[in-house]
């Protein structure tokens, strides 16, 4: 697992999400924009969460809960640009992002999935 290329890719996902939020605070979008920020935090925490535990010790939940949040950050992020209150090429941005934190969850998930050969045996 890239885990130094999937935090690169966690936070500028979330600084262009900060943009994002402040861009609807400006059109008076509140709930948006409150909506956003509790997903941006739920993706922070259980990134942090997910890339400090060791392999052995991380929690399931976390890794669950990542990638639920990531669906709705995704979700939201689809409906902002449904309206055209995102440019093509940020959209294009954070859906690279958001693939690149998707790669890593896959790689742990096809890992921990994967059968478990004990040697002399």
């Keep these: 697992m890239n885990k130094k290329r999937a935090g690169?890719?966690?936070?500028?996902?979330?600084d262009c999400s900060s943009v994002?939020?402040?861009?609807?605070q400006l059109r008076n979008l509140s709930?948006?924009?409150?909506?956003?920020?509790?997903v941006m935090r739920t993706v922070q925490l259980r990134f942090e969460d997910v890339t400090?535990?060791?392999y052995h010790n991380?929690?399931?939940?976390?890794?669950?809960?990542?990638?639920?949040?990531?669906?709705r950050?995704?979700?939201?992020?689809?409906d902002l640009d449904r309206r055209g209150l995102l440019k093509s090429d940020e959209f294009e941005f954070?859906?690279?992002?958001?693939?690149?934190?998707?790669?890593?969850?896959?790689?742990?998930?096809?890992?921990?999935?994967?059968p478990q050969w004990r040697h002399g045996a």
Excluded: G
Aim: hydrophobic share 50%; glycine share 0%.
């Design 52 to 54: 400090t535990a060791s």
């Design 20 to 24: 994002i939020v402040k861009r609807l």
């Design 8 to 14: 690169e890719a966690a936070a500028d996902l979330l």
């Design 94 to 114: 954070l859906h690279e992002c958001m693939e690149e934190v998707h790669k890593f969850v896959r790689r742990y998930f096809a890992k921990r999935d994967q």
């Design 73 to 78: 950050m995704e979700a939201l992020f689809r």
């Design 58 to 71: 991380a929690n399931s939940r976390s890794w669950k809960v990542l990638v639920q949040s990531l669906y």
């Design 31 to 38: 709930r948006l924009a409150e909506e956003l920020i509790l």
